[in-house]
């Protein structure tokens, strides 16, 4: 069973964990087009001086450490009857594919 999951944060890490808990023959496949694991739910501790950025920044073994992979690449398209995800760099088939991209801080002023 391949399955992909866009959004590398808080939902994809738990989704991949799940999946290789109830399946731990499944195919995982993260795609995130950060290049760091943020935990963005914490921004509001990191905006109101309570916690520290480098907190929010999580290893990557919170995701390969199940024997996930992860893909630092931005998900542009999704093809549903061919099945495949595509990024800027390649393409990535499914049977099963879950979107978990999180939150996006937001500045009116940008």
């Given at each position: 069973?391949?399955?992909v999951?866009?959004?590398?944060?808080?939902?994809?890490?738990?989704?991949?964990?799940?999946?290789?808990?109830?399946?731990?023959?499944?195919?995982?496949?993260?795609?995130?087009?950060?290049?760091?694991?943020?935990?963005?739910?914490?921004?509001?501790?990191?905006?109101?001086?309570?916690?520290?950025?480098?907190?929010c920044?999580?290893?990557?073994?919170?995701?390969?450490?199940?024997?996930?992979?992860?893909?630092?690449?931005?998900?542009?398209?999704?093809?549903?009857?061919?099945?495949?995800?595509?990024?800027?760099?390649?393409?990535?088939?499914?049977?099963?594919?879950?979107?978990?991209?999180?939150?996006?801080?937001?500045?009116?002023?940008?």
């Amino acid at each position: 069973m391949k399955v992909v999951i866009i959004g590398a944060g808080a939902g994809g890490i738990v989704t991949s964990h799940v999946i290789k808990k109830i399946r731990p023959d499944a195919d995982i496949t993260v795609i995130g087009k950060e290049k760091s694991i943020f935990i963005r739910c914490s921004s509001p501790y990191v905006l109101a001086g309570i916690d520290s950025l480098g907190k929010c920044k999580k290893p990557e073994s919170m995701i390969t450490g199940t024997g996930a992979r992860l893909i630092h690449d931005e998900a542009l398209s999704v093809d549903v009857k061919s099945r495949t995800v595509r990024t800027k760099k390649e393409s990535f088939r499914y049977d099963h594919l879950v979107f978990r991209p999180g939150e996006c801080l937001y500045d009116k002023n940008s």
